[in-house]
Structure formats: structure tokens, C-alpha cells
């Protein structure tokens, strides 16, 4: 229980995750580094990545004396693809949608779980099933205000959107309520013209704001 725990609490201390989608392996790593050096802790290496285990692995290897970085794997549809992940070094596993099979898993080795949901139905189940943060996705389906309809009914739950969080609204999700923020797109975006630092500009910005909104 411990080890889950203090990964929730490293993920959640600096309340950003970068989801990392790459054309490449160096790519990815680049993307993570320069995230990194912003001062996102949270490092989500997508299994649409070509070799996502590989990168999972160099950058655990790369990471592992520093203690407040965290490295998961993301796009995780079944147990198989989580077992590979957990083996390569992935702390946290998040997915697209639930799924029972993966959750029972990541429990066994204590790897927080965090599945898609969309509705209030999908939060339950994931719930009763020993999730700790639920990722709302799409959140760009919903935006900000939903958090607080959810919340309404289902105060326990931590919810973390990705999809649709951008610099202009990442802080209104952490005031209406989420523990954390995914960040793709609008932060990974640079890595296709080669400019590294200003991705690591962007995840700046978000860890800023993200502390403001706290605040």
C-alpha cells in the first residue's frame, strides 16, 4: 500500500501529467525530458508509442535517482499490455476506458490504475473496483463544469481530465476539483519541429498555474 501511495502523492503534489505520444523512441524521451526539466513529475508514456516498453525502461533507468519523478504507461487497453509495462518500470498504468482484468492487476502489484471514464456509471464500477484516480476522458467532451456535477453525487472520487485541458483552462479544472491534469497535445506539440525547450516552457506554465489555482 505504501508504494501506491506515495506515487498518488508524487502525482498528485505536482498535479500534471504528461502524456507523451511519439513518432519515435528518442523522440519520446526527448518529450519527457524536456517535461521533466519543466518540472512535470509525471511522465505518461502512451503504448502507441513504437516500443512504449523500451522508453518506459530507458527513462525509469534514466530517473531512478530521482526520487520525485514518476514514470507510467498510458493507451493500456488489457492486463497483458499492463503486466508488460509494470515489468519494464512503469509505476502508474492509465487507460483509455475501464477494464476490470487490468485493475485486479495493478492492484496485485499496488500500480495505481487509472481508466477512462465518462460517465457517473463508468466512476462506480471503477471505484468498487480499488481505483484511486479516475481520468475523465474526453474531457474536452465536457470541460470544467461537469467535475462539479460529478462531484455532487460522488464527493470521493479524484478525478484527473485529460483531453481538452489546455493553458487557458488548467485552472479551472483544479479549482472545480481534480486532483491532477492530463496534458498531451497542447503541451507535446513542439517535439514535431524539433523545439525541445519550449515544451519544457509549456510545462512551466502549467506547474505554475496548477499551483495558483491551488492557491
Known sequence: MMKKLTILSKLTDCGVVAVVRADSKEEAVKISEACVEGGIKGIEVTFTVQGADEVIKELASLYKD????????????????????ILA???????????????????????????????????????????????????????????????????????MPTGGVDLNNVEQWIKN???????????????????????????????AKVRAARE
Open 89 to 159: 518500470g512503469a509505476e502508474f498504468v492509465v487507460s483509455p476506458a475501464f477494464d476490470a482484468e487490468t485493475a485486479k492487476l495493478c492492484n496485485l502489484y499496488s500500480v495505481p490504475y487509472m481508466p477512462g471514464c465518462m460517465t457517473i456509471t463508468e466512476m462506480k464500477q471503477a471505484l468498487e473496483a480499488g481505483v484511486d484516480i479516475v481520468k475523465l476522458f474526453p474531457g474536452n467532451a465536457f470541460g470544467p463544469d461537469f467535475v462539479k456535477s460529478v462531484k455532487a453525487p460522488l464527493p470521493q472520487v479524484n478525478i
Open 177 to 207: 476539483g481534480c486532483v491532477a491534469v492530463g496534458v498531451g497535445g497542447s503541451l507535446v506539440a513542439p517535439a514535431k519541429t524539433g523545439e525541445y525547450e519550449k515544451i519544457t516552457e509549456y510545462a512551466k506554465q502549467y506547474v
Open 66 to 85: 530521482n526520487d520525485d519523478v514518476v514514470i507510467g504507461a498510458g493507451t493500456v487497453l488489457d492486463a497483458v499490455t499492463a503486466r508488460i509495462a
